[in-house]
């Protein structure tokens, strides 16, 4: 019997994973706007009808992305012990992946019902502001209202940052005024 001639096509694994592997790279490179079915398709080696299998569209694939994203987020927020020691994680992974924490934001809260994995996601990196900045003497709507606070802050500064319109000393610079405002909170 004849050899069968090796495939250039993915036929082992987990192609969902390296899916959103690839489009996770892409999309830390080069933002959302670089994803396609196709695009990420040709990267793992398979028709681009292979990924309809495993996403619905260009959207849930995104979805995918910005779910990883936000785990990633929330394991580099774990370590953090303090107020400072979240800002300068928070910052540090949004700066560092400028394309891809554009990505994350760009998700529509109001459809993460539909997206369990995703919501699940955005909750853990949530749940490391209020281990940090909920209190047991508050209510939860106080707790909420704490970490809302901090989040919203850290976004602004982050894209007013990103945007020039910020007159600070560079990341270090952001990251000591973003720590004195959730300071003085």
């Known amino acids: 019997m004849p050899a069968r001639p090796l495939r250039d096509t993915y036929r082992h694994g987990n192609l969902r994973a390296e899916a959103v ?10 933002g959302a706007g670089a994803l396609s079915l196709r695009r990420v398709a040709d990267s793992v080696g398979v028709a681009h009808r292979s990924l309809y299998n495993h996403f619905a569209d260009r959207e849930a694939l995104v ?3 910005a779910e990883q994203g936000f785990l990633d987020l929330a394991d580099a927020l774990r370590p953090a012990q303090s107020l400072a020691d979240y800002v300068r994680a928070y910052v540090t992974f949004a700066l560092r992946r400028p394309q891809l924490y554009a990505l994350m934001k760009s ?12 919501q699940a996601a955005v909750h ?25 606070r901090v989040l919203i802050l850290l976004h ?4 007013m940052h990103q945007a020039g319109i910020l007159d600070v000393e ?9 720590t004195a405002m959730a300071e003085a909170g």
Do not use: C, Q, W
């Open 21 to 30: 592997r690839v489009a996770y790279e892409l999309a830390t490179a080069d």
């Open 63 to 65: 979805d995918a992305v």
């Open 107 to 118: 998700r529509p809260h109001a459809t993460m019902k539909d997206r369990p994995e995703l």
């Open 124 to 148: 853990l990196s949530i749940a490391e502001a209020m281990r940090l900045f909920g209190r047991p003497d508050r209510s939860k709507a106080e707790n909420r209202r704490a970490v809302m």
């Open 156 to 159: 602004g500064g982050i894209t």
């Open 170 to 178: 560079g990341d270090e610079g952001l990251i000591a005024e973003l």
